[in-house]
């Protein structure tokens, strides 16, 4: 019996020991500006023990012990160490400040700029943010109220939008995920419809103006997009949402994590599936996203993540611009499309897009010691679709009596297949076609980081990248035909091609990529400095199966390399607490792109003398971070020459043209200013205002113009010196209120004033001196507005949001090509989208 007692004690001792030994952590992770960081992470130091911060920025983390600390951590933010006892469980607000460090994949790149260190001009958007503003808007967007950006929804099919920064197009800016640049590595564009549904994985979005803080080399122009895609999540769990829209628009998808189990192994697999009927007419879409990631962290030295997502997507689009009358002259009006009519009942599109762009990155992060680290990710892409459109007599044009349904009316595709049908032996005479991009992209991207000393870090790396794009037309519809008759082939003339057949042209562009990059950064107290290094090699190589015979040896052309190099460096100094000054500057040589080596687009007239294109960029800016109060100014200007411009536009006919324009300078330059208030713990404002003066710099001679075919139609040149740079909007302003009517309920609006956009030039009008300048398009303004609310559906916490865009319907012009007299009624347009809406829901579990 006196046993059994003594070993009770002992029991209740242990038992005792254990539940005091336990603490249940609670607290609130905010930013700088006292708003709730949702999804950030809470660790217990020194175990894989811990959670993320629920909507409102709150947590609660039980440890096992009652003394120690926590690590919290955010994307764009630095960690923090907060120490708790069994005095202190309620750790209270926990302010994270920007940062200098990323959690796994995003470390990559070490590309994010750090609030009062990096000298550079930067916004930053949260996930919380995106969700509230994307609703049914492309996803460049959710930019719009970000100093120098002008995004629109251009033809307005589901991901067409486009973005322009400081005046730069996407060609021209690089957009880089998880580190890991995507611009199109033939000519730097950004397809947005190869990344629909990324606003559903993305975690934080970051944009910097000018030189950018990447110390990768590529070299961006107009600025550098991050965008960085959520990572695993520390708790089991997930959500189910849905949403719907105008004109169809819906949405249903999926978030689940299995949370970190005691091996350190996650997974988080997201998918989604988007389907409705266009704003636009005519433009009817579906799409399917996904993403997964699986990390694991064998210990404190080594963690591996593997992530892959991509979007399967199709959709009607409008290509063809339209005279301002042809829209009021269209019972549809703004909505008016003339790409598209129905197929024996059947809605059928002359112009659509189809395509599929998974990618899939391994990453590895090793910290070596204290000082040292070094992360390393191998990537891969594979991309397959292309643009559809119409070969043969063109029976398709807007204006035709002879194939339309009525004036402005949609294509009788029925009596083009009646005609085609009736053609026989011979073959359609029009069809439907798709000019595709396909392509493989491999990558390996590794960088070391080691602290020198207190003050003195360095950094360094490998970027090796290697893309073959397979670029040819194929037969998606005879229309009714048996066949049709192509040429263009020298290896099977008078080819009769089937649906599947390749058509026009067959060419692969072969690019590889090879760079170093080195970074020295210093900050000690108010003082910090970097001083950074690039150099790449590019090489291009052509294949033409169309144009040579297969026993030509001039069917691969030669392999032309082209060194590029840059240098760029700044100085951050606070004044103090609240006020801070940088300045930065660079200069950089990239190689030119593809399609100006092979300007005759042939393996044969290769400009073997191109010039490299040079970049010089400099920027003075102010920032003021208060209590209530965050403030940025920035004056830049950046001066490009030997430039190289690939300009789509419309043809007099309608068709689509290419234009290589070679050789051409600009001088980009203007003021940025944006601000943050806290008025009270309920209503915060914000605020930015951007001018700009974007000028061409020369004109030029022997600019040569393709078709769609890549046929040579005419060669020209071009006096543009001292016109306006069109596309975008040269002064644009926003206002932003975000109130809180309850804890609960959130309700916002935000205002956005574009002037100064200048329509984009017609090369083929451009070719005699003194003509006036690009027609100007009226200045318009749009508000927006949304309201969020948040409630527990039974145990499930549930969000709910609306979104309105366009509240007053403004009916305004965001898309505009010239023509030679420069006046609005002659200018073809696009009008961009009236009132539209959404509604959505979020339940967590």
């Known amino acids: 019996m006196k046993n059994f007692k003594n070993l009770l004690l002992v029991v209740l001792f242990f038992t005792t020991a254990i539940v005091f030994g336990q603490a249940k952590l609670t607290g609130i992770v905010v930013d700088e500006m006292g708003e709730p960081l949702p999804g950030a992470n809470v660790m217990e130091k020194g175990t894989t023990n811990g959670t993320s911060t629920d909507f409102d920025g709150k947590f609660v983390l039980k440890s096992k012990s009652n003394k120690g600390a926590v690590i919290v951590s955010f994307v764009g933010y630095s960690n923090k160490q907060v120490a708790f006892s069994s005095s202190k469980v309620n750790l209270g607000k926990i302010q994270l400040e920007a940062s200098n460090t990323l959690d796994e994949i995003v470390v990559t790149a ?16 949260k996930a919380s943010d995106i969700a509230l503003k994307l609703g049914t808007q492309e996803f460049p967007e959710v930019l719009k109220s970000t100093p120098g950006v002008y995004a629109t929804k251009a033809g307005g099919g589901y991901g067409d939008g ?94 689940y994590s299995t949370g970190l189990n005691d091996k350190g192994l996650a997974v988080t697999v997201s998918a989604a ?13 579906t799409g399917f996203n996904y993403f997964l990631n699986v990390s694991k962290e064998f210990n ?30 269209s019972e549809r009006g703004r909505k008016y499309n003339s790409d598209w009519g129905y197929k024996q009942g059947q809605l059928t599109s002359s112009e659509d897009n189809f395509y599929h762009k998974p990618q899939i990155s391994l990453n590895h992060n090793w910290t070596i010691s204290d000082k ?26 807007f204006d035709s009596k002879d194939y339309r349904l009525g004036p402005l009316g949609t294509i009788n595709f029925d009596k083009i297949v009646s005609e085609n049908i009736a053609n026989g032996i011979n073959g359609s005479e029009s069809i439907l076609r798709a000019s595709r991009n396909d392509h493989e992209w491999y990558g390996v991207l590794s960088t070391l980081k080691t602290d020198l000393s207190e003050d003195l870090t360095l950094l360094g790396g490998v970027d090796y990248r290697y893309y073959r794009g397979f670029h040819f037309t194929e037969v998606t519809d005879l229309l009714g035909g048996q066949y049709f ?36 950064e210093y900050a000690k107290d108010a003082l910090s400095a970097f001083l950074s290094f690039s150099l790449s090699n590019t090489s291009y190589q052509r294949v033409d199966y169309f144009q040579y015979l297969d026993t030509d040896p001039l069917q691969k052309s030669g392999t032309y390399n082209f060194l590029g190099y840059g240098t760029k460096g700044g100085v951050n100094y606070n004044i103090d607490e609240k006020h801070g000054v940088f300045v930065n500057l660079g200069y950089f040589e990239k190689a030119p792109y593809f399609n ?28 003021l971070r208060g209590e209530k109060l965050s403030a940025n100014f920035n004056v830049y200007r950046t001066l490009w020459e030997d430039r190289t411009e690939v300009a789509r536009f419309q043809s007099q006919d309608g068709s689509l043209a290419f234009a290589n324009i070679l050789g ?47 046929e040579l139609i005419r060669t020209v040149n071009l006096f543009i010196k001292g016109l306006h740079v069109g596309d975008a909007a040269q002064t644009t302003a926003a206002l932003g209120l975000n109130y809180k009517l309850t804890p609960e309920t959130t309700f916002t609006v935000d205002y956005n004033y574009f002037a100064d956009l200048y329509a984009e030039f017609d090369p083929s009008d451009r070719q005699r001196p003194n003509l006036p300048e690009a027609w100007k398009l009226p200045a318009y303004h749009l508000f927006d507005t949304a309201l969020r609310h948040k409630f527990e559906l039974g145990s499930f916490k549930t969000t709910l949001t609306a979104r309105v865009n366009n509240v007053f319907d403004v009916e305004y012009i965001s898309d505009a090509n010239d023509r030679e007299n420069s006046t609005a009624s002659e200018a073809l347009v696009y009008y961009g989208a009236g009132r539209t809406f959404s509604v959505g829901a979020k339940i967590n579990f």
């Open 664 to 710: 051409v300078g600009a001088v980009h330059q203007g003021i940025e200013f944006d601000f943050k208030y806290k008025a009270t713990d309920n209503l915060t404002l914000t605020g930015m205002a951007s001018l700009g003066d974007w000028r061409w710099g020369n004109n030029v001679k022997d600019v040569k113009i393709f078709n769609e075919s890549n």
């Open 372 to 397: 040292t680290f070094i992360s390393t990710a191998a990537y891969a892409s594979f991309g397959s679709g292309g643009g559809g459109g119409t070969g043969g007599a063109n029976k398709f044009q």
């Open 485 to 520: 008759i192509d040429n263009a082939n020298v290896n099977n003339p008078n080819n009769k091609a089937k649906v599947g057949d390749k058509i026009w042209y067959d060419n692969e562009g072969r690019v590889g990529w090879l760079g170093g990059f080195g970074q020295l």
């Open 596 to 623: 100006t080596i092979f300007p005759s687009r042939n393996n044969v007239d290769v400009n073997d003398e191109a010039k490299n294109q040079k970049i010089t960029s400099y920027e003075l800016g102010y920032t």
């Open 162 to 255: 486009r973005i322009n920064l400081r005046g730069f197009n996407s060609e021209n800016v690089a957009v880089m995920i998880n580190g890991v640049p995507v611009n199109d590595m033939e000519n730097g564009r950004v397809f947005w419809s190869n990344w629909a549904g990324l606003g559903d994985v993305t975690s934080s979005m970051q944009v910097q103006r000018g030189l950018g803080a990447s110390k990768v080399a590529v070299p961006s122009v107009g600025g550098t997009i991050n965008i960085i895609s959520k990572t695993t999540d520390i708790d089991e769990g997930g959500n189910v949402a849905f949403s719907l829209g105008n004109d169809g628009y819906k949405k249903f998808g999926f978030t």
């Open 273 to 285: 599936k988007t389907d409705g009927e266009g704003y636009v007419d005519g433009t009817p879409f």
């Open 110 to 125: 070490n590309s994010i700029a750090i609030d009062r260190k990096t000298p550079v001009a930067v916004s930053t958007i």
């Open 300 to 329: 404190d030295k080594h963690k591996l993540s593997l992530t892959a997502f991509g979007s399967k997507q199709r959709h009607g689009q409008r290509q063809n611009r339209q005279l301002i009358k042809t829209y009021r002259d």
